[in-house]
């Protein structure tokens, strides 16, 4: 069995119980703290930079997070952006967002309300208030206050000019007036120089959190390479905006998140989709084998399929397909001659897959099939997070169909389960769905680096034909009732595998109905028996108690966050994450028989509650749902569980 | 010549080789055991031992042909098994891969992933046996029936015009494009030796006869007392010769086919001259226009050229990669680019 704790996200530090007993501590929240240059300490902080989607916000909230990281503070980053590529300049749809907590304790979610609000026109304020703490900060583009943008944001006046935002500090910058004015000695076009006014707001985004600008002048110098009047233009505009910020006084002070005790190591930022393309290719490693990705281009998901592109020198062949449904043959057909085959998608593409995900399941293949869930159903907010595929990709197959179902809990996290999913459908011989999230495959965190030579090899044998012994494709491993994985070019072992009803041991078809029921019942057992080969599921906090928070996938920051938050408040709850939903950790039915009540937060509208009621009757589960296409603030958390205490 | 050279070296297979242990089960008189018995017989042929085949199948009547060969063998879901078999394929570049469909399975459910396994030209030979009816459920009208045939779905006759499946193999550019029939068992040995001797993907369609609900559909063109007027055995470099002592042949007037008296010495000048090499799909396109009953049926290899296939080009890549990049290191993958450390 796989190490897991090497992947748990707390990792960052470890899940040891010292780590444990700092968090508290870090979590007091600690007054602001004037040090001696002036610079106010502060132990946490939510910044949220927005503007149209061609602004430039991710970029500028990448570059934000990198310096973040490399200053040594823990962070949580989110991204959030339209499915338009380029709507409309100015309008509300055409809002793209990134929004990044850092802080000087381990933190798993980006904040709930933003202290700091960057608006780079009235469509980005008119979207991003309501996530606004009062009295936070806002510094918008005084220039994009134009009555052209406030007509097509549905602003009734100038909210810079009315009472509006009486309840913030507003800071009013006219970004693009001063941006030009820093670069007119610079040889570009106006259209050119008033897109580097992101780098400008990123400057004295640097000054007013004593951050330097080293590594953001790097990334530009090999970013713009081949266009030296780029690098000059851009990084001229990031220093312009710094030494505003530090020599106007428009901003009212300096602030300061010291670093982050941390465990010692290397460390990288990564986002759920990368972690799972880089966990795919080292299990493909780890198992010495082929690493086959077929997949159609889907939104949150692509990027996974991106990423394996590159990576042609790891062995790792990808196959964009004409359709979902291709995706998922060819995956099965890969995996039949012997690579490991994965299949990325999003929940749309789940339900096209679904029949030949059947097949797999009848064929007993290891088929990986990852889906990053987003808003439905149909195709509701593709870039929106959600968690409303547990129950299709449990149940929406016809027949009785059983597979694998997984979830990473972090961005990180992803890495490790990656390995997981790719281990149980080796070891196993069954489809695993890693269920991966929007929230996730965007977001971005510190990750501690493993050690390659700690991870475990990935034993695979197929077998070869036996002088005198008949080969039998369904004859099953006493332990794990997996079938063999007799790959087609093997002398001797020729045999037909396929969708009908498989005879016991020989495969051959057959209508026999015992056989049937017994081959039903083989596979459920296969399946179940994986309980035995996954870690048991641990509680955070005390194992006996008034209330349990069960939670499952991305909610784990959010969770954290609240149970810090409540602790903070001298109220203690105690926390369990399931990686593992099919089958269920075993000791899972123990651990709720000691809480009098379990709450279980979902991006849906009850579907793990459901399994838990179905499975253990017994037990007092309630639920907190949402699906508004946005990952739950801490504080939606700590509301429910006052409620219920 | 000495007597040794007269003794054909044996072949080191036969045909029991390759048949498995399962019942056939298809209706007594149905064309799909034509097919069978000569897939077994032609690999025969080969030297190429039967661990080294699989064969992949979708829904259908033909799609059981997989259970049936003592090869490996893979019966999938309906219309899915291009993309199986492309899988496997990307893979495992030593396999010989047949993939088994139907007019149903192929050009109904599946046609999306014919169109796209063809223009990809992946190293599979598809072979898609068309009856022109759909078998298995019992008798409804399939993409290639004609306009009014009456089955249980359309007891008025149906009304969607058919496709033409060599049509769809030409517009999806595949580089081996064949049709041949199951009462004509050397015909169709011959071009599944081709088929499968040819890099790339090969496309053959062969008319069956569905004798339980279709019975005889094909006979108007292939039937004992019609062929000789109007089925054309192509053959490369020679002339569309057809009827009594091949008295008849096929010239261009305009952009159209006519027939022409092979005879006459002024049209001999004219004559169209089978040429499965031509690069632009345009001739075998027209070729494909000739149908039952205005024109002679061709059959036979309507195209066969090279392209790259799909397959040895993600293997270039892929050496490529390795060439430029080396082999992947997986710390430098799992540090990235930007790193820091955090110090005890």
New interface residues.
């Given amino acids: 069995m796989c190490d897991l704790t090497l992947f748990l996200p707390l990792s960052r530090g470890s899940a040891g119980k010292a780590l444990r007993e700092r968090f508290m501590m870090d979590t007091e929240k600690e007054a602001a703290v004037k040090t001696e240059q002036g610079i106010q300490e502060l132990s946490a902080i939510t910044v949220r930079f927005a503007g149209d989607s061609g602004d430039g916000m991710q970029l500028t909230g990448d570059q934000f997070t990198d310096t973040t990281a490399m200053m040594g503070n823990d962070f949580a980053t989110f991204p959030d952006y339209p499915a338009e590529i380029r709507a409309p300049v100015g309008t509300l749809p055409g809002v793209s967002s990134f929004q990044i907590q850092f802080s000087k304790s381990i933190i798993f979610t980006p904040g709930d309300m933003s202290d700091v609000l960057v608006a780079m026109n009235p469509a980005a304020l008119k979207v991003n208030l309501t996530n606004l703490k009062k009295n936070g900060l806002i510094i918008v583009n005084s220039d994009a206050f134009n009555e052209n943008n406030l007509r097509k944001s549905a602003w009734k006046s100038n909210p810079l000019l009315d009472e509006t935002l009486k309840d913030f500090q507003v800071i009013k910058v006219p970004l693009s007036e001063l941006t030009k004015n820093a670069l007119k000695e610079h040889p570009l076009k106006l259209t050119e120089v008033d897109r580097c006014k992101n780098f400008f707001a990123l400057g004295m985004m640097f000054w007013l959190y004593d951050r330097v600008l080293d590594h953001t002048v790097d990334w530009i110098t090999k970013k713009f390479a081949k266009k030296p009047e780029m690098v000059n233009a851009n990084i001229a505009a990031l220093k312009a905006g710094y030494n505003y910020a530090d020599i106007t006084e428009t901003l009212p002070t300096q602030y300061r998140i010291p670093k982050t005790k941390m465990e010692a190591g290397v460390y990288r930022k990564i986002s759920g989709n990368e972690a799972t393309a880089i966990g795919l290719i080292t299990a493909a490693n780890l198992a010495g084998k082929t690493l086959f990705y077929g997949s159609y281009p889907i939104t949150p998901a692509s990027n996974i399929l991106h990423d394996l592109a590159r990576y042609k020198n790891f062995g790792v062949r990808t196959f964009q397909a004409e359709d979902e449904i291709a995706a998922m043959g060819t995956t099965i057909g890969a995996a039949y001659g012997g690579a490991i085959g994965v299949t990325g998608t999003s929940g749309p593409g789940i339900c096209l897959k679904s029949e030949a995900l059947g097949l797999a399941v009848m064929a007993e293949l290891p088929v990986i099939v990852i889906d990053v869930q987003r808003g439905g159903p149909s195709t509701g907010m593709p870039t929106k997070t959600e968690q409303t595929d547990l129950l299709q990709v449990m149940f929406g197959r016809n027949g009785e169909s059983p597979v694998v179902v997984i979830a990473p809990k972090t961005p990180s996290d992803c890495f490790g389960m990656a390995i997981e999913a790719v281990r149980l459908a080796l070891t196993h011989m069954t489809p695993v769905v890693f269920l991966s999230e929007g929230y996730l495959a965007n977001a971005a965190e510190p990750w501690k680096l493993p050690k390659i030579e700690d991870l475990p090899k990935i034993e695979v044998k197929h077998p070869v034909a036996e002088e005198g012994k008949t080969f039998y494709p369904y004859a099953r491993d006493e332990k794990t009732l997996a079938r063999p994985w007799a790959l087609p070019g093997t002398p001797g072992l020729e045999h037909r595998i396929g969708g009908l009803s498989k005879a016991d041991l020989t495969g051959n078809v057959s209508y026999d109905p015992e056989n049937n029921q017994k081959m039903i019942n083989l596979r459920a057992e296969k399946v179940q028996r994986i309980a035995d080969d996954i870690p048991e599921l641990e509680v955070r906090g005390e194992q006996k108690g008034k209330l349990l928070i069960l939670g499952w996938g991305g909610t784990f920051g959010a969770i954290f966050q609240g149970i810090e938050e409540l602790s903070g408040q001298g109220i203690q709850v105690s926390h369990a994450h399931l990686n593992y939903i099919n089958p269920f950790p075993k000791n899972l039915g123990k651990v709720l028989a000691n809480f009098e009540k379990v709450l279980i937060p979902e991006l849906n509208m009850g579907h793990l509650l459901m399994l838990i009621r179905n499975s253990f009757p017994g037990v007092n589960a309630v639920g907190l749902n949402k699906v508004k296409g946005l990952p739950f603030y801490g504080a939606e958390i700590t509301a429910r569980v006052k409620e219920l205490l | 010549m000495s007597p040794d050279t007269l003794v054909p070296e044996p072949l080191p297979y036969q045909k029991a080789d390759f048949e ?1 242990n ?1 019942e056939v089960r298809w209706c007594p008189g149905c064309g799909d055991y034509s097919i069978l018995a000569t897939m077994q017989r032609t690999l025969a042929k080969f030297k190429r ?4 085949y ?1 064969f ?1 199948s979708g ?1 259908g009547c033909s799609s059981r042909f ?2 049936y ?9 309906h219309g ?1 098994a ?11 570049p ?2 010989s891969i047949w993939v088994i469909t139907g007019d149903g399975d192929g050009l109904s459910i599946g046609g ?2 014919l ?2 396994c063809m223009r990809r030209n992946i190293n599979l030979n598809i072979l898609l046996v068309n009856n022109e009816i759909y078998g298995l459920t019992k008798g409804q009208y399939s993409p290639t029936s004609k306009v009014g045939t009456v089955t249980k779905s359309t007891p008025m006759g149906s009304v969607d015009y058919p496709i033409n499946a060599l049509c769809i193999a030409i517009a999806s550019e595949a580089t081996f494009i064949a049709r041949t029939l199951d009462s004509d068992p050397n015909h169709m040995s011959m071009v599944l030796e081709r088929a499968e001797k040819h890099k790339g993907v090969s496309f053959v369609e062969i008319l069956q006869n569905c004798v339980i609900f279709n019975d005889k559909v094909h006979a108007p063109v292939v039937g004992r007392e019609n062929r000789e007027d109007r089925m054309i055995y192509m053959e490369h470099g020679k002339p569309l010769l057809f009827g009594k002592n091949k008295s008849k042949a096929i010239k261009l007037n305009g952009l159209r086919a006519e027939v022409a008296d092979a005879n006459d010495a002024e049209a001999k000048e004219h004559l169209l001259i089978h040429n499965e090499k031509d690069a632009t799909p345009n001739y075998a396109y027209l070729l494909t226009q000739m149908t039952y009953p205005e024109m002679p049926v061709p059959f036979g290899v309507f195209r066969d050229i090279e392209r790259p296939t799909y397959d040895e080009l ?1 293997l270039d ?2 050496k490529a ?2 060439e430029t ?4 290191d ?2 430098k ?4 680019s ?7």
Avoid: D
């Fill in positions: 498995s399962q031992p039967k661990h080294e699989a992949i829904i997989p259970y060969m003592n090869t490996y063998g893979f019966h999938t879901i899915r291009p993309t199986i078999a492309s899988g496997l394929r990307c893979v495992n030593n396999l999306n992933h169109i796209h993600v890549q892929e990669a390795l990049r080396g082999k992947g997986l710390k993958l799992i540090y990235g930007n790193t820091w450390e955090v110090k005890a």
